[in-house]
């Protein structure tokens, strides 16, 4: 886990060095975790520019005593819900995305549909967990800190998901 507490000090600074490090560090969590929720690139490349726009307005009201990667991936969660939340019934799955997402080689034809069924027999909750576990490979500890949940409970979701999936 990097320590990023010099580089939020630059961001106070406006020192574009210190947000390009910061950025570089959490560009692949910060999208899973929005990807996860909107499952659409171009909304996930606008809803980052607006997380990383909130933190720089927002950091100085970050608190050190919480881990800036978290307090950063809870911003994405919260822009990717109100996305959701705003177009909910316009959201649909576009298949080769969501196989893009997978840590295989490219499915293809009924694979894909198989993936997207998959993806679509979990709960938000459940997909955003399975995806930072399996995709971003996180430690649970630190999927828990993001999701903003007791360790226990991450456990529990990704184990449900687990069996959902095993079960199709």
């Known amino acids: ?45 606008d809803i980052m520019q607006e997380t ?50 997978m840590p295989a080689s490219p499915a293809i034809g009924e694979e894909r549909a198989l993936i997207k069924e998959m993806l679509d027999c979990l709960s938000e909750t459940e997909r955003s967990i399975y995806l930072m576990r399996v995709v971003k490979q996180l430690k649970n500890r630190e999927i828990a800190d993001i999701m903003g949940m007791p360790l226990g409970t991450v456990l529990w979701h990704y184990s449900k998901a687990v069996k959902k999936l095993k079960g199709r």
């Open 1 to 45: 886990m990097a320590n990023y507490s010099k580089y939020i000090e630059g961001l106070k600074n406006k020192d574009e060095e210190s947000f390009n490090y910061i950025y570089e560090n959490t560009k692949h969590t910060v999208y899973a975790t929005i990807y996860a929720i909107v499952r659409n690139r171009d909304a996930c490349q």
């Open 52 to 101: 990383y726009m909130t933190m720089l307005e927002k950091i100085y009201q970050y608190q050190p005593r919480y881990r800036f990667l978290s307090w950063l991936t809870t911003i994405a969660r919260n822009k990717a819900i109100d996305y959701y939340r705003r177009h909910k019934r316009e959201v649909l799955v576009d298949i080769d995305e969501a196989a893009d997402l």
